[in-house]
């Protein structure tokens, strides 16, 4: 499975953050192509202001409905906002994991 790892320092107004986060997943959760194909989570530093977001992706035919979702555009937009010059992306391959928590 492949992915990426964005991360970013970010201090501004956290419920305008967050809002924009929501509004992304919502869209994930309620498009039946993404289902289950696509995992999203984003964690926050609990000291400092460090973010960071975890995407997962089936396969490249996901990734690519995805990014020509005009939802997607829009977060990438608001990321690039919120992480400005400290925005940093790896992409990344699952290796191995444990099982997901129940």
């Known amino acids: 499975m492949s992915g990426i790892v964005v991360r970013y320092e970010y201090s501004g107004d956290y419920d305008s953050w967050l809002e924009a986060i929501n509004v992304f997943i919502d869209n994930i959760n309620n498009d039946d192509k993404l289902k289950g194909n696509f995992s999203y989570r984003v964690t926050s530093a609990i000291e400092g202001n460090t973010k960071i977001h975890i995407a997962r992706w089936k396969d490249q035919e996901t ?15 608001k ?9 940093q992306a790896t992409k990344v391959k699952t290796a191995c994991e444990t099982l997901p928590l129940s």
Do not use: P, R
């Open 79 to 87: 990321i690039k906002e919120f992480g400005g010059d400290t925005l």
């Open 63 to 77: 990734l690519s409905y995805l990014q020509s979702q005009s939802f997607f555009k829009d977060f990438a937009v």
